[in-house]
C-alpha cells in the first residue's frame, strides 16, 4: 500500500509539475502588441523606479513615496528617520488623493504646486502659506528665498507672493512684445525664459520683439467654421527675433535692461547670476553662429563691465550651458566649452583669466552637477559614447574618477552638499538599478532593483553593433533587433529606423538599447529585423563627428546610412530585397533621402514630420548648420527633396501634423505639390490638431498605420 500511495503521489507530482511548466511556457509566450507597446509606459511595461525620489535640502537625507506614506531616510541609514501618511496630508488639503510631488523639500519646509495654487507647507507643525493659482498662468517659476512666483500670461509676465498681490514686470499691448518666455526657439541650451537671483532679490527674464518674424498661417480646426491659427515662424534668412534680458527688483519694483543693441539679430543665451547677485553672466552669439562672446554685466545699472572671453568656429559656435561658481571662491567659474573638439570643463575668473583647463578628455563632458569642496561633480559620457557616467575632479590634482563604473547610462542628482549621490541606471542588460553612492568613498546602497517587465512577452534580442563610418576610421554604433525564435537560416525583411541629426542620440547603453518598445513588437509580430545607426552628425561624439554635416545637410550622414545597409547586406539572414526605412523630423528628412538619393535601396519609405526643404526651416537651427540660402544656395537646392522627387522608386508616405508649428506643413505639401507636377505617386496622411509629433492614445494610430505601411509594401 505504501508503494501505491508512493506511485500515486509520484503521479500527482508530475501532473502538477506539468501544469506548472505549462503555465510557465504559456507566461514566455505572451504576445506584446505594437498598441500595447505604444502606450507601455502607461501599461506599466517599463521598468518601475522610485517614486518621487530626491535629495532633502542642504542635507544628507532623501526622501520618497511609497503608496500613501512620504518616507525621508538618512543616506548613510537603511531605516526611515521620518514618515508622512496621506491622511495628515488631507487634513490640511482635503481634494488630495494622493502623496503630491514636491518641491524645495528643506529640514523645515516643503513645496507642493497644482493648477489651482502652490503652497509652502511647515514639515513639524504642518503650517502652510499658499499662492492662489490661476489655469492660465504659464511658465510657472517659484523662489523659495523670495517666496514669489514668476508666471506668464499671454505675453505678459508677473509675479505674485503670499498676499496673493500680483506684481506686474512688464506687459505690452503689442502682441509681438513677449516677456518671461524661452526665446530662440530653446536653441543654445535654453529651457526657460525667467531666471531668479541666488538670494531671490532680483528677477532677470528674457524679453523678444518679433515685428520682424513673419506670421505663419496654421489652421484651428475644432471650431465652426474652421479659423486662422497664425504663429511666428522665422524662417532661414528672414527676419529673425530682436532679444532683451530685462532685470526686475522686488524690493523697488523697479525694472531695468541690460544695455544690449540686438538690432543685428544676434543670440542672448546661457544666462547666469553671479553669487552674490552684482552681476549677470550673458553668452552673446552673432546670428551667423561663427562667435560667441562671454560677457559679464552690472545687475544694476544693466551697464557691459567686460567680455570675459570670446569663442570663433568658422562652423559654429553653440554654448549650452552657463558659467558654474565654485562655493569658496565667489569671483571664478567654470563654462564647458567644445573649443578644443570635446565639451571640456574650463576654469575663469569673473576679470577673464583662465585660471586653468580643469579636463582635457576625448569624450563629451554633458553637465556639471555641482561641488563636493576641492572636488567637481560632473556627468559625460566616458570613453563608449552609448553610455553615460558620473565623475569627480580635483580642482587642484585635476584627478578623475568615475563615480558610477556600471556598464550603462547613468542619471544622478546630488545632494546640496554634494557628498551623496541618487544614481539611476539601466543597460542592454539590466533593467534598472537605483542606488545612493558616496562621493568620497564610492560606498554604494541599493534602493531598488527594478524586474524586467517584459520578461514574460515573447520578444527577440537586441544586438549592440559597431561598424565603420564612410571616412573608413569613424566608429558608429548600432542595434539590431530580432524576432522571437530567429532561425540564422531564414530571410528576415528589414526596417531601418532612422534619426541622424544634431543633438539626438538613438543607440544607448540602456534598457531596451534605447529604442521605442513598439519596434521589438513590430520585430517579433511580423518576423522583422530592425536596425538603428548613429551616423556621423548625430550627438555625444564630438565636435568633428556632429560637425561633418556643415552647410551639406543629409551627405555625409547618407553615406554611413549606407554603410549601415552594406552591414546589413553582409548577413546572411537579411533579405536585402525587402529593406523599408522609417523615421521622423530630422529623420523623415533622412527617411525621404535615403528613398529619393538612393533610389532602389529601400523598397518602403515613412517619412513624419520631414524636413524637405531647409529654406523652410528655423532661423536658430538651419543657419546654424546650413548657413543661409543666399550663402549657400547649392546645399539649400541639393538638400531639397522636391528636387529629387522623380528618382523615387518603392512607395513613400508622408505624414504631418496639421499644426506642426517646428516643421510647418509646407514641407509635406511642397513635396506632395511637385510629385503631383511630375506624376509620381506619393502617398500623404496627415493628423488633424497635432503638432510636431502625435501623443496620447492617437498615438497607437500613428504606429499601426506605419507599420501597416510597411508590411504592406516591404514585399
Given at each position: ?25 504559456s ?28 535629495w ?26 521620518k ?21 524645495n ?13 502652490l503652497?509652502v ?41 503670499f ?20 526665446i ?78 540686438t ?11 553671479s ?37 570663433e ?5 553653440e554654448p549650452?550651458h ?14 564647458i ?29 554633458k ?7 576641492n ?39 546630488l ?16 533593467a ?7 562621493v ?9 532593483q ?85 551616423n ?28 549601415g ?11 536585402s ?17 535615403l ?22 526651416y ?19 537646392q ?26 510647418v ?5 511642397r513635396m ?37 505601411y ?6
Amino acid at each position: 500500500m505504501n508503494f501505491h500511495k508512493n506511485k500515486f503521489s509520484g503521479m500527482k507530482n508530475v501532473f502538477f509539475t506539468l501544469i506548472l511548466l505549462g503555465s510557465f511556457l504559456s507566461a514566455q509566450q505572451k504576445e506584446l502588441s505594437i498598441s500595447d507597446a505604444v502606450m507601455g509606459y502607461y501599461n506599466g511595461l517599463y521598468p518601475l523606479g522610485v517614486e518621487n525620489l530626491n535629495w532633502v535640502q542642504n542635507s544628507n537625507r532623501y526622501y520618497y513615496t511609497d503608496d500613501d506614506k512620504l518616507i525621508i531616510v538618512d543616506a548613510d541609514k537603511e531605516n526611515p528617520n521620518k514618515e508622512i501618511t496621506l491622511a495628515e496630508f488631507q487634513k490640511r488639503f482635503p481634494k488630495l488623493n494622493r502623496i503630491p510631488s514636491m518641491k524645495n523639500f528643506d529640514e523645515e519646509n516643503f513645496t507642493i504646486q497644482s493648477g489651482e495654487f502652490l503652497s509652502v507647507i511647515n514639515l513639524n507643525n504642518g503650517q502652510s502659506q499658499t499662492i492662489n493659482l490661476s489655469q492660465n498662468y504659464e511658465n510657472i517659476d517659484f523662489s523659495p528665498k523670495s517666496k514669489a512666483v514668476a508666471f506668464t500670461v499671454d505675453n505678459g509676465l508677473y509675479i505674485k507672493k503670499f498676499d496673493n498681490q500680483t506684481l506686474v514686470v512688464k506687459e505690452s499691448k503689442d502682441k509681438n512684445i513677449i516677456s518671461g518666455q524661452a526665446i530662440h526657439r530653446s536653441e543654445y541650451g535654453i529651457h526657460k525664459g525667467t531666471f531668479w537671483s541666488p538670494e531671490g532679490n532680483y528677477l532677470a527674464f528674457y524679453e523678444k520683439d518679433e515685428t520682424q518674424v513673419t506670421d505663419y498661417p496654421l489652421v484651428d480646426i475644432d471650431t465652426t467654421p474652421a479659423r486662422l491659427k497664425n504663429i511666428k515662424y522665422p524662417m532661414a534668412g528672414q527676419g529673425s527675433e530682436k532679444a532683451k534680458v530685462g532685470i526686475y527688483d522686488l524690493k523697488n519694483k523697479k525694472l531695468i535692461y541690460l544695455d544690449i543693441n540686438t538690432e543685428d539679430e544676434h543670440y542672448l543665451t546661457n544666462l547666469g547670476w553671479s553669487p552674490d547677485e552684482k552681476y549677470i553672466l550673458l553668452a552673446e552669439i552673432n546670428r551667423a553662429t561663427t562667435r560667441f562672446d562671454f560677457n559679464l554685466y552690472d545687475a544694476k545699472s544693466g551697464k557691459k563691465i567686460r567680455t570675459i572671453f570670446s569663442e570663433e568656429n568658422e562652423r559654429w559656435v553653440e554654448p549650452e550651458h552657463t558659467s558654474f561658481f565654485i562655493p569658496s571662491r565667489k569671483n571664478e567659474f567654470l563654462f564647458i566649452s567644445q573649443r578644443d573638439g570635446f565639451n571640456n570643463i574650463y576654469h575663469y575668473n569673473i576679470n577673464g583669466k583662465l585660471i586653468q583647463q580643469l579636463t582635457k578628455v576625448k569624450w563629451v563632458i554633458k553637465d556639471i552637477l555641482g561641488f563636493n569642496g576641492n572636488e567637481v561633480i560632473f556627468e559625460g559620457t566616458g570613453e563608449d559614447g552609448r553610455e553615460n557616467h558620473i565623475y569627480k575632479v580635483n580642482l587642484k590634482s585635476k584627478k578623475i574618477t568615475n563615480l558610477t563604473p556600471e556598464t550603462g547610462t547613468h542619471q544622478a542628482v546630488l545632494n546640496d552638499n554634494g557628498t551623496y549621490l541618487i544614481d539611476s541606471y539601466s543597460s542592454y542588460d539590466v533593467a534598472g538599478i537605483t542606488q545612493i553612492v558616496n562621493v568620497k568613498t564610492g560606498a554604494r546602497k541599493l534602493i531598488n532593483q527594478a524586474e524586467n517587465p517584459l520578461k514574460e512577452y515573447k520578444l527577440g534580442e537586441i544586438d549592440p553593433v559597431e561598424i565603420l563610418a564612410a571616412d573608413g576610421k569613424t566608429k558608429l554604433y548600432a542595434n539590431l533587433i530580432k524576432p522571437a525564435n530567429f532561425d540564422e537560416n531564414k530571410k528576415y525583411p528589414v526596417l531601418v529606423y532612422v534619426y541622424g541629426g544634431p543633438h539626438a542620440q538613438l543607440v544607448t547603453n540602456s534598457f531596451l538599447g534605447g529604442t521605442d518598445m513598439w519596434f521589438s513588437a513590430f520585430a517579433t509580430q511580423e518576423d522583422y529585423l530592425v536596425f538603428t545607426l548613429d551616423n556621423r552628425g548625430s550627438a555625444y561624439r564630438g565636435f568633428e563627428f556632429e560637425s561633418v554635416i556643415h552647410r551639406q545637410l543629409g551627405e555625409n550622414e547618407i553615406q554611413d546610412q549606407m554603410k549601415g545597409v552594406e552591414y546589413l547586406k553582409s548577413l546572411k539572414y537579411v533579405d536585402s530585397s525587402r529593406m523599408a526605412v522609417y523615421g521622423w523630423s530630422f529623420g523623415g528628412f533622412m527617411a525621404s533621402s535615403l528613398m529619393l538619393k538612393k533610389p532602389g535601396v529601400f523598397t518602403t519609405g515613412v517619412a513624419g514630420g520631414p524636413v524637405t526643404d531647409w529654406s523652410l526651416y528655423e532661423v536658430m537651427y538651419g543657419e546654424r548648420y546650413m548657413d543661409t540660402p543666399q550663402e549657400n544656395p547649392e546645399g539649400y537646392q541639393n538638400s531639397n527633396l522636391a528636387n529629387h522627387i522623380t528618382n523615387l522608386k518603392g512607395k513613400l508616405m508622408l505624414i504631418t501634423g496639421s499644426i506642426d508649428n517646428v516643421v510647418v506643413p509646407q514641407h509635406s505639401l511642397r513635396m506632395m505639390q511637385e510629385a503631383v507636377t511630375k506624376n509620381i505617386p506619393i502617398d500623404f496622411f496627415e493628423y488633424p490638431m497635432h503638432e510636431h509629433n502625435v501623443y496620447g492614445y492617437d498615438r497607437i494610430h500613428l504606429i499601426e498605420k506605419i507599420a501597416s505601411y510597411i508590411t504592406t509594401n516591404n514585399q
